[in-house]
């Protein structure tokens, strides 16, 4: 299973931490990903990580703003996200993916198996 929570009303320029608490199943054997989606549109990747930690990807608007990690004894994935704007408002969803591989980060919504409820994020202008 997995928790999203950290999302809130926040103003532009301000900063959020998203957490994803994940437990049933050993955690460094899945690759994390973040993604978000507004009503009525498709659910886009934000980041990813690797399932040790070593690899991470990032869309190209939250690359410098946003930064994912994971601890990997504490069976967490963080989001830290700096710099908000208006743009990034929208429903935050934590996914995992099992992989044998340490390099894998998948970018695409049907590559996870595992999602959580997710964590709403409104920034404010």
């Known amino acids: 299973q997995l928790q999203a929570s950290g999302g809130g009303l926040v103003q532009a320029g301000g900063s959020l931490r998203l957490s994803c608490a994940t437990s049933?199943?050993?955690?460094?054997?899945?690759?994390m990903g973040w993604f978000r989606q507004l009503p009525g549109k498709e659910r886009e990747f934000v980041a990813g990580?690797?399932?040790?930690?070593?690899?991470?990807r990032s869309v190209d608007s939250a690359k410098g703003r946003f930064t994912i990690s994971r601890d990997n004894a504490k069976n967490l994935v963080l989001l830290q996200m700096n710099s908000l704007k208006p743009e990034d408002t929208a429903v935050y969803y934590c996914a995992a993916k099992f992989t044998f591989s340490t390099i894998e980060v998948p970018i695409r919504s049907e590559n996870y198996a595992y999602w959580g409820q997710g964590t709403e994020v409104t920034v404010s202008s």
């Open positions: 049933g199943r050993p955690f460094s054997n899945f690759a």
């Open positions: 990580i690797s399932r040790r930690g070593g690899s991470t």
